[in-house]
């Protein structure tokens, strides 16, 4: 059987052991490629082991790119992320709905950069006015999206990181 194609005929995006992050979900390792029926449909399947909760998800090979799961960012940028966070917030939309709904599409699109002031803008909002429920649970949520990235990035456990992170925001 050839795992190289996608149902769709396209080349898969990832290999085994590739890196990855999946917006919501957090950084992965891709630990299989498996073909599975459903619905009378053949189908691939990334079989990926989330780093928070050692939770395995199956994503459709054909539905990366839907999902906007990519590579985890390279080691790098680690400078780019951490000069984020340590530097000024920026402004936030003062309607809470609003709000939640800008960092909500910010959390689903996944991008490093913006979960990382995210993170950086609600945590000084918590210190400071203290935030909703909601926001607080957001910002919990938030914050083990970025962690979770920059451990598998830097190859050092979640607490270790996450005191890092948190201690870099002024």
Same mark, same amino acid.
């Given at each position: 059987?050839? !795992?190289?194609?996608?149902?769709?005929?396209?080349?898969?995006?990832?290999?085994? $052991?590739?890196?990855?992050?999946?917006?919501?979900? /957090?950084? /992965? %390792?891709?630990? *299989?490629?498996?073909?599975?029926?459903?619905? /009378?449909?053949?189908? =691939?399947?990334?079989?990926? &082991?989330?780093?928070? *909760?050692?939770?395995?998800?199956?994503?459709?090979?054909?539905?990366?790119?839907?999902? $906007? %799961?990519?590579? %985890?960012?390279?080691?790098? &940028? %680690?400078?780019?992320?951490?000069?984020? !966070?340590? $530097?000024?917030?920026?402004?936030?939309? =003062?309607?809470?709905?609003?709000?939640?709904? @800008?960092?909500?599409?910010?959390? #689903?699109?996944?991008?490093?950069? @913006?979960?990382?002031?995210?993170?950086?803008?609600?945590?000084?909002?918590? #210190?400071?006015?203290?935030?909703?429920?909601?926001? =607080?649970?957001?910002?919990?949520?938030?914050?083990? !999206?970025?962690?979770?990235?920059?451990? !598998?990035?830097?190859?050092?456990?979640?607490?270790?990181? @996450?005191?890092?992170?948190?201690?870099?925001?002024?």
């Amino acid at each position: 059987m050839d !795992l190289s194609k996608n149902p769709i005929g396209g080349e898969i995006m990832f290999n085994i $052991g590739d890196m990855i992050y999946y917006p919501r979900h /957090g950084a /992965g %390792i891709i630990e *299989g490629i498996e073909e599975k029926e459903v619905l /009378g449909e053949k189908c =691939k399947y990334y079989v990926i &082991r989330i780093a928070l *909760g050692d939770m395995k998800v199956m994503v459709p090979i054909s539905k990366t790119e839907f999902h $906007g %799961i990519r590579n %985890i960012t390279s080691r790098d &940028r %680690i400078d780019d992320i951490y000069n984020i !966070l340590s $530097g000024e917030t920026s402004c936030m939309c =003062k309607s809470w709905s609003k709000r939640y709904r @800008e960092n909500e599409a910010i959390i #689903r699109r996944g991008d490093v950069f @913006e979960i990382s002031e995210l993170v950086k803008n609600l945590t000084v909002a918590d #210190r400071g006015k203290k935030l909703s429920t909601g926001e =607080k649970r957001m910002l919990e949520n938030v914050r083990q !999206l970025l962690v979770s990235e920059l451990m !598998l990035m830097l190859d050092e456990p979640y607490e270790k990181i @996450e005191k890092k992170v948190l201690g870099i925001i002024k």
